[in-house]
T-cell receptor
Framework: AQTVTQSQPEMSVQEAETVTLSCTYDTSESNYYLFWYKQPPSRQMILVIRQEAYKQQNATENRFSVNFQKAAKSFSLKISDSQLGDTAMYFCAFMKGYSGGGADGLTFGKGTHLIIQP | KAGVTQTPRYLIKTRGQQVTLSCSPISGHRSVSWYQQTPGQGLQFLFEYFSETQRNKGNFPGRFSGRQFSNSRSEMNVSTLELGDSALYLC?????????????FGSGTRLTVV
């Protein structure tokens, strides 16, 4: 079974600052995906960024980037130039690589509540 | 393109009753999964369906069941409701076309058991 750990229950930064959210995971799988999801008060889970384990290059999506350290089983999210709209719960999630179609669901961490202060 | 639609948005049920939640995935998505979100336990995987077959099930009692129809729409059912079943139930859909794009979530159904 996989586990995902987010050690920061809450973080608060000023607008325009850079913030890094931590995530570690434990798995014996060699083929897997990692994700960061954002859940604002509207409760809609929004995919922020994803990383395939076989890719060495860290994923980036505009102001969002990850630091994927496969050997250390670490997957941190960096948000640059933070904005008020980034205030939300952020969840790190793991998924085993699929075979033959379909998947086995996501394993989530407990989440980090990120607050961007004006 | 319409997103993942979950109905109803809110539901209040009495302990001992049964409830059915519905999820319509994004058109073309054949994979649907369900999650329970509570303040204490966080997000927990319930089950995953692909082409009407349950691929995997999380660690939940048999009172929790689901199914997927030929049009990929999915339902989950909880029988003999308990107070602890009060939660936000999230459905997510995904497509599998070689390059995996990630799950798209619905807005959830907030179930309150009284």
């Amino acid at each position: 079974a996989q586990t995902v750990t987010q050690s920061q229950p809450e973080m608060s930064v000023q607008e325009a600052e850079t913030v890094t959210l931590s995530c570690t995971y434990d798995t014996s799988e060699s083929n897997y995906y990692l994700f960061w999801y954002k859940q604002p008060p509207s409760r809609q889970m929004i995919l922020v960024i994803r990383q395939e384990a076989y890719k060495q290059q860290n994923a980036t999506e505009n102001r969002f980037s990850v630091n994927f350290q496969k050997a250390a089983k670490s997957f941190s999210l960096k948000i640059s130039d933070s904005q008020l709209g980034d205030t939300a719960m952020y969840f790190c999630a793991f998924m085993k690589g699929y075979s033959g179609g379909g998947a086995d669901g996501l394993t989530f961490g407990k989440g980090t509540h990120l607050i961007i202060q004006p | 393109k319409a997103g993942v639609t979950q109905t109803p948005r809110y539901l209040i049920k009495t302990r001992g009753q049964q409830v059915t939640l519905s999820c319509s995935p994004i058109s073309g998505h054949r994979s649907v999964s369900w999650y329970q979100q509570t303040p204490g336990q966080g997000l927990q995987f319930l089950f995953e369906y692909f082409s009407e077959t349950q691929r995997n099930k999380g660690n939940f009692p048999g009172r929790f069941s689901g199914r997927q129809f030929s049009n990929s729409r999915s339902e989950m059912n909880v029988s003999t409701l308990e107070l602890g079943d009060s939660a936000l139930y999230l459905c997510a859909s995904s497509s599998w076309t070689g390059e995996y794009g990630g799950y798209t979530f619905g807005s959830g159904t907030r179930l309150t058991v009284v």
